[in-house]
């Protein structure tokens, strides 16, 4: 088992960035495949960018391809999320969540482990 600690979130203007950190303890980082969700009032939680096992491929939403990138330090045990040019639309608390047996999954049924999410507010 592997537990999951989001931080980095806040309040941010639009236009501004951040940095989420996602530190994993338990078993082997590099075991698990990573990825970034969010979920905002009265939304389904949806995928927002997912990393494999290495680091060495990654995967984005559409709304975000180009404005967040998602990176890993596996001897950190830390998954990352740079999110830049923020809007009132990624305005959620964002979870980070690992996978065993893929990688790049887009529904959150496919994660075996959550944290508890960190919440990022962007005001217009």
């Known amino acids: 088992q592997v537990q999951l600690v989001e931080s980095g979130g806040g309040l941010v203007q639009a236009g501004a960035s951040l940095k989420l950190s996602c530190a994993a303890s338990?078993?082997?980082?590099?075991?698990?495949?990573m990825g970034w969700f969010r979920q905002a009032p009265g939304k389904e939680r949806e995928f927002v960018a997912a990393i494999s096992w290495s680091g060495g491929s990654t995967y984005y939403a559409d709304s975000v391809k180009g404005r967040f990138t998602i990176s890993r330090d596996n001897a950190k045990n830390t998954v990352y999320l740079r999110m830049n040019s923020l809007n009132f639309e990624d305005t959620a608390v964002y979870y980070c969540?690992?996978?065993?047996?893929?990688?790049?999954?887009?529904?959150?049924?496919?994660?075996?482990?959550w944290g508890r999410g960190t919440q990022v507010t962007v005001s217009s």
């Open positions: 969540a690992a996978q065993i047996w893929s990688w790049g999954t887009v529904t959150p049924d496919g994660y075996n482990y």
């Open positions: 338990g078993r082997t980082f590099s075991n698990y495949a």
